[in-house]
């Protein structure tokens, strides 16, 4: 159906008002045509199509938005100017887009054969499952064959991933391992002028200075779209030149985005720098914005008539018309057919989208969230087990002497280190992690070993680790990130949640962030305190869908999880946070001092892999299960040892997995009891016990449930602490009183 979209919006009418006024005001094309006015032409015409598509898509967003059948009109609109950006890179460049990148979708798209770009994003806008990214799930910029990774409405959170990517696509090629794109690629990352303003784009644009500062190679082109406004809150007028020009190490271009040949140029000569010197630069592009933030956004409450026709005068398309006008390449009735012509393209695809088939299951939206491949996940463990016997470790040991126990921190090491033996795209990175081996030593030895090319320290910032590891994954690594505490974790969970778990998601499967995320954690220390380095707050990573959240409390345990952990981001993509207990790092024994009962074996064989979302059970009694993890295990332990002995039945139950929970096990250990005392560690609200309990309750469980667990609290400094966690005279008071 060939359907005319409504010219709602007055930017529309004033752009062929002014055209059409060209004809009686002198705009006359130049004849005959200058020396190299061909390739111009052809430039300014290539432009233009994917300014024009790009225009007609924000119209027909919101016309379907009226009609209650599209749901996305965050618009383009005087952004289109991007489109020189794009016909200044190359199609294997990998882009990271905000959303008013229309015209860089489209321009890039014109080089690909094969691919409908006016397609691809009405498909988005109606959230049609054929949409060929995210498959209806979200309205993105996005497409494999275009090398664009998909970005949902970001507020700056993709840079880090972006300063990553370029990071990686380095480190690759000196590690010799082949990425999905090629050596010399630039990733470019485009943000608002308001995102600039944001933690994660300070973060991404000192590490990528910092990264310049030592010669480490970094092709990124950061494109800095500067509307002048964010959503209603205007930028200062010359805010933007005046924060980021003079950073340290980055290069500035700028240009102003309504002269179309000057974009070329300038675009072309950063992409240029970027690629040929492997340093970031910064291309500030000056644009406006047409029609509002959205759809739903009445513009007039927040500025005034004037300043809104004001912007009318620097629309790029208009920009565009006149220069093809002025190079007799069109002339403006010819504008205006072309315009036109696109608007009746643009009305009869959308029409053809709304008979797109939408999302119809619960399991169809969340079928990319994240792979699950557990008999690949055991391969894989297996063929490291196997290629590690017999190699000698870091500390000189055989991991196949079974019979030397280790503790947590050994265990962990251990693994870590037979993984870097086996992969060669694996990374360990974070601060402290290399020559020192982490403030607890737990990656003492590694950085001696692998290398500083795989083993390093990264600046003191969370987001910037994260997002390295995000850029890794993508680029087909497996990175291992350590958060110094847990605590710090609060800082960057947004890259996580916004950015690792999304982007299967959001890509229909097509690009995943494999990674472990170590993290030390949970309280308990003694002598070294405060609530930054005790810290028993997990509520955060438990209800992101897709990411895995580990809990190893025994040595054993620690190895056997993170082999499953590793095994996963690499064959399924999964996103994993790992958390160790700070206070079980360096603990040898259980009940008695010198009885070793907290070391055990490095494991192998059959011992050698955890199943993801598997738990253990200690001690099998009928009369009271207690439930439990992390620092719990132990005391839970030495509670159900107290209470054998006064002759009552204890089963204690490790859950091991935070996420996904073990809930058959979990319910079945529940049932063989009939009554479950949840020993928690974490904090009464948001904390574990809630997760556990509901999943009993889910499951029909009748039976005597309580909890205890740590106060609603942040951890105090020295003895104070233990008014506040978890103790083992509350379980067994707990425990007595439930029997």
Not at 295 to 307: I, K, N
């Amino acid at each position: 159906m060939n359907r005319r979209t409504p010219r709602t919006e007055p930017v529309d009418d004033n752009f062929l008002r002014e055209v059409a006024a060209w004809s009686t005001e002198g705009h006359v094309p130049r004849s005959p045509a200058a020396e190299g006015d061909v390739r111009t032409g052809r430039e300014l015409l290539e432009l233009f199509d994917s300014q024009l598509g790009s225009r007609h898509l924000d119209l027909a967003a919101r016309e379907l938005g009226a009609r209650g059948v599209g749901y996305y009109s965050i618009g383009s609109a005087g952004h289109e100017s991007n489109a020189a950006v794009a016909a200044a890179l190359r199609t294997t460049d990998p882009a990271l887009l905000h959303y008013r990148s229309g015209g860089f979708y489209l321009r890039r798209a014109a080089e690909v054969s094969g691919v409908a770009p006016l397609w691809d994003v009405l498909l988005g806008v109606v959230a049609a499952a054929s949409e060929p990214i995210a498959g209806g799930r979200h309205k993105v910029f996005g497409r494999g064959e275009l090398s664009i990774v998909p970005q949902t409405s970001t507020i700056a959170s993709h840079l880090p991933r972006a300063v990553g990517l370029a990071f990686s696509i380095e480190r690759a090629a000196k590690l010799g391992l082949r990425t999905e794109w090629p050596r010399d690629s630039v990733v470019v990352c485009s943000f608002g002028d308001a995102s600039a303003n944001h933690s994660t784009t300070a973060g991404a644009l000192n590490t990528a200075a910092h990264c310049a500062y030592q010669h480490i190679p970094l092709p990124l082109l950061l494109v800095c779209e500067d509307n002048g406004i964010g959503i209603s809150v205007s930028t200062p007028d010359g805010w933007i030149r005046r924060s980021l020009s003079t950073r340290a190490e980055l290069t500035w271009f700028e240009v102003d985005g309504s002269d179309p040949l000057e974009c070329l140029a300038v675009a072309e000569r950063a992409a240029d720098w970027v690629r040929t010197h492997r340093r970031p630069a910064l291309l500030h592009l000056r644009t406006v914005r047409l029609m509002g933030h959205a759809g739903s956004d009445v513009e007039t409450g927040y500025r005034t008539p004037a300043d809104i026709t004001a912007e009318y005068r620097r629309d790029p398309l208009l920009g565009t018309a006149e220069a093809l006008v002025n190079h007799g390449v069109l002339d403006a009735r010819q504008v205006i057919d072309r315009y036109e012509a696109k608007r009746a393209e643009v009305a009869e695809t959308a029409e053809r989208a709304l008979d797109q088939r939408k999302l119809a299951s619960s399991a169809e939206v969340r079928a990319s969230i994240a792979g699950d491949s557990p008999e690949r996940i055991a391969e894989r463990v297996r063929l490291v087990t196997a290629a590690s016997t017999g190699r000698a470790t870091v500390s000189g040991t055989d991991p196949s002497e079974s019979g030397t126990p280790l503790t947590l921190a050994q265990s962990i090491n251990r693994a870590l280190a037979e993984e870097l033996a086996h992969n060669e795209g694996s990374l360990v990175f974070g601060q402290d992690v290399a020559r020192k081996g982490g403030v607890y030593g737990v990656t003492r030895g590694l950085h001696r070993e692998f290398g500083g090319a795989r083993v390093f320290d990264t600046l003191l910032d969370e987001q910037s680790i994260l997002g390295i590891a995000l850029g890794a994954g993508l680029a087909g690594l497996l990175p291992i990130p350590e958060i110094q505490y847990l605590a710090y974790l609060h800082n960057a969970a947004d890259q996580i949640r916004g950015e690792a778990a999304t982007t299967g998601f959001f890509s229909n499967g097509r690009y995943r962030n494999p990674m472990v995320v170590r993290v030390p954690g949970y309280a308990y220390q003694r002598g070294f305190g405060g609530h930054f380095h005790n810290d028993n707050s997990v509520a955060a990573m438990l209800d992101i869908p897709g990411v895995v959240v580990a809990s190893p409390a025994r040595p054993d345990d620690a190895a056997a999880m993170l082999r499953s952990c590793l095994a996963a981001a690499e064959v399924d993509g999964r996103v994993c946070v790992f958390l160790e207990p700070i206070a079980l790092y360096h603990t040898r024994d259980l009940h008695e001092p010198g009885d070793g009962g907290w070391t055990a074996s490095y494991p192998v064989d059959e011992s050698a892999h955890v199943p993801i979302g598997t738990a253990a059970e200690y001690v099998h009694g009928s009369e009271l299960t207690l439930v439990t993890s992390g620092n719990g295990l132990a005391m839970s332990l030495r509670v159900a040892r107290r209470l054998r002995q006064r002759g009552v039945g204890i089963r204690v139950l490790d859950l091991r997995w935070l996420a996904p929970l073990p809930r058959h096990q979990l319910v079945r250990a529940a049932e063989a009891t009939g009554r479950v005392l949840v020993a928690d560690e974490t904090r009464a609200s948001g904390g574990i016990s809630q997760h556990v309990i509901t999943a009993l309750l889910d499951a029909g469980f009748t039976g005597a449930v309580r909890r205890v667990s740590s106060a609603d609290s942040f951890v105090p400094l020295g003895e104070a602490a233990y008014h506040v966690l978890l103790d083992e005279e509350s379980i067994e008071r707990t425990a007595l009183e439930m029997l």
